[in-house]
Nanobody
Framework: QGQLVESGGGSVQAGGSLRLSCTAS????????MGWFRQAPEKEREGVAA???????YYADRVQGRFTVSQDNAKNTINLQMNSLKPEDTAMYYC?????????????????WGQGTLVTVSS
């Protein structure tokens, strides 16, 4: 049984930085994309970023230029470097595996997702 384990969430002041990591283990298959979506209380789920086959990266407009997604294939890990954080970035961040950025972005059929890690940005 495969699993995705996120780490790196926490609390930070506006303008600060956090780095999230997600490690995949135990899977007998690989997905085209790995990435992140987030869910804030009383707000719609939102795709954040993804890295797909050949290292192509995708970002939501709201995080473009502030967040960077990267992968470490040797460790089956992806990272999300989040800079210039804003209070509106406060959410539970979930790591996900899916067929495409679209699937991660809009909540389509995902291969799997993690338990989430909380990011809180105070003003």
């Amino acid at each position: 049984q495969g699993q995705l384990v996120e780490s790196g969430g926490g609390s930070v002041q506006a303008g600060g930085s956090l780095r999230l990591s997600c490690t995949a283990s135990g899977y007998t298959y690989s997905s085209n994309c790995m990435g992140w979506f987030r869910q804030a209380p009383e707000k719609e789920r939102e795709g954040v970023a993804a890295i797909c086959t050949a290292g192509t990266t995708y970002y939501a407009d709201r995080v473009q230029g502030r967040f960077t997604v990267s992968q470490d294939n040797a460790k089956n890990t992806i990272n999300l470097q989040m800079n210039s954080l804003k209070p509106e970035d406060t959410a539970m961040y979930y790591c996900a595996m899916g067929r495409s950025w679209y699937a991660i972005k809009v909540g389509g059929t995902l291969d799997d997702w993690g338990q989430g890690t909380l990011v809180t940005v105070s003003s």
